[in-house]
């Protein structure tokens, strides 16, 4: 059987890295292994998403509308652009995070009201404060692999030897705070 | 060994270990990583950034007519640009293995058009490889080289943006030693005047009867049978994404070998199914060639013309439907383009620029280009890499042509697009005596496609320090007298340039010179330099009145609180450019941690 993740996000938030550890641990687990994301100018603070899948044999790269078993969004707004892709039973992991896109900057359109209300209302959400437990550790950047521990917990891969994964990924001044950060996330959820 | 890799990393490492040892390439995504990676084998492989594709294949081709295996990697668009030693490269064959890898867009993820250079291998009539996953990535570069010797021509090598970035396991094997051919003079083969080009263009129908032959017995095609009532035809990604949609409940003809085509095996495949589905990305190249062969099939009327043939393509396209989704309100969502970062050296010029009025802006390829979106409106129209300063020129002497023209024609291309085919550009705006204003916004990198070396920066693609391009002096030196090198930052200075540039009745040049706030400064850079990106603004709330006028920057940094009716700029973003100072009427923005 193959799972779907799906992360989403703002360009420059660190999707990449999480499913960078995301993908290396499900190698090591001995799964099969397909990641694909879009580089280019969306990185320019634009809407990024990164796709995951895993299981005995894997084809498509790339998840399919109503294809994702989790949701996991880095940015509030994000989690509804992208909620045509998760499964009608799937699940979603929100951060309690807004950035305001260009048009909202220059007053063109308001971040819109009651996104957390639609997401409880039409799936099983979880909504998560990745940005303040990562200011608890002391760097808010850890927040993406705060987030890469909802997804461990939910989708039931602790028996993944994370902290090998993180200790041959991760710049070893990094280490550390990272091996917090996934166990935080795997607590919040 | 098994390792993740991206289609493009999987290339970098097949082409490591086919022997290549020298490889050419212009960044544009989604092919930029096949280089970048390419070059980390230091110590095997010779590996550089070209100003444009046509010098990177025109350099690999040398390379292979010495006797090296050689690879020259692109985007679609840049084989235009390569297009044409392509085409002769075709007649004159090669020495070392020579393969092209060009990355299409299918779904203009970061593309102009969306055109499909399988047409490019039918029309320079040399074999094409499509590879559907990393791990095929990797397998097929070694072969292709092969098949590149074994016929003596160059090969073409197709990925789109879904193989090139995304991620499969790949079994990865050792480097092949392979000798530098010897190199023997023969001008017959490779001078293609008319006392030889007839007997090379026999050489080209012969070899593409034996590649047509080599394409129906190659086990880079083949036909696997399940359920016969739907055949699925497909090349590259599409096939991955057949059989996540169709698994076993269809039988598939998989085509990884696709110029020329293998006639008798769609012909036996044909045979073998009752309905067949051609499901290809672009154009209906396999669908066009079945129904040539009298076969039915269905293809580009059942599935758009346009796009990525993802499984919830295919599904709707078959089916009717995709799979069920959740019902809610997408009106909620506002749209999230990319922007200009904070600190972003393109700002300024921007901001200046959008407000002039007669003025028609012609706009190129890179970061820049977002300025033709709100709030800088600074842009009338881009076509390809180079194009800015040629289209400006054109569009100007018409104008000039009219009685009561007051309209002037601004050019904006950034350093690395100027190098890349903007300076034939300028030659001839100095040539044909043109007054157009010319803005290169020399950032210091090759910004969009994730900051790789060029001529104007001083590095090489592995890493070592070389000369640098003095722009303002190789613009004087194309025949421009009116330059004026400034600092974006600085809006006076640019509001100077701009009306100095527009009070001269001759072309001028504009160099802003400021490094993209994302690159990672070399020593020079750091010297040139010295205050980029030490400070940071705030705003003064007590000062603010709530203007929104530092909003109009178009800076992420900067957000208005409604409730408040007071500006802020986020320290964890801002950089302390100054701009949005500039423009705050009540000088209620200062600079902090000076």
New interface residues.
Partial sequence: MVKSILLVG??GQGTILASKLL??GL?EAGY????????????????VSTHVRYGEK?????I????ADILVSFEM??A??W??????DGKVVVNNFKI?????????????A??LE?LNE??TTRVVDAAQEAEKLGN?KVMNVILLGTIVKLMGLEGINWEKIIRDNVKPKFIDINLKAIKVGMDLV | M?K?LTGNEAIARGAWEAGVRFASAYPG??STEILENIATYKEDILAEWAPNEKVALESAIGASYVGARSLASMKHVGLNVAADPLFTVSYTGINGGLVIITADDAGM??SQNEQDNRNYARAAKIPMFEPS?SQEAKDMIKEAFEISEKYGCPVLFRVT??VC?????VECGDRKNVEIREYVKDVKKRVPVPAHTPAMRDRVEERLNKLEEFSNNTLLNYIELHDTRIGVVASG?SY??A??VFGDCASYLKLGFTNPLPRKLMKEFASKVDKIYVIEEDDPIIENELKALGIQCFGKDVFPYQG?M???VI?KAVYGQ?????????N??????????AGCPHRGLMYELGKRKNTIISGDIG?YA?GF???YNAMDWSTCMGASISMAHGAQKVLNTKEDNNTRVVSIIGDSTFFHTGINSLLNVAYNKSNTINVILDNRITA???HQENPGTGYTLQGEKTVFVDIEALVKACGIKNVRVINPNNLKEVKEALDWAYSLDEASVIITKWPCVLKKLSEEDKEEFKDAFKTKCSVDSEKCVGC?MC??T???A???D?IEKKAKIDP?SCVGCEVCLQVCPVKAIGKVGV
Avoid: W
Avoid at chain 1, 58 to 62: A, G, H, I, L
Avoid at chain 1, 105 to 112: F, M, T
Avoid at chain 2, 165 to 169: A, L, R, T, W
């Fill in positions: 703002v360009g993908t290396a190698m099969d292994v397909k990641m694909s994301e879009i580089h280019g100018m969306s990185q320019r603070g634009g809407s894997v084809e498509s790269p790339v399919e509308l109503g294809g707004m994000e509804l652009r909620l045509s892709y998760l499964k009608k305001n896109s260009m048009p909202i900057l220059c007053g063109l359109a308001d971040y819109p009651g996104i639609e039409k799936t808010a | 098994k993740l995504t989604p993820h970061s996953d943006t879904r970035h995304s991620k499969g396991i990604c991955r994404f059989k996540e990525e993802t499984p919830d599904r995709a799979k069920e989704t959740i019902e809610y309100d997408t909620k969502v506002v749209s999230r383009p990319p922007t200009y970062c970061c977002l979106a709100e709030p969009m496609t994730g929104k909003t109009k178009g800076c992420p900067i957000s208005f409604k964890n």
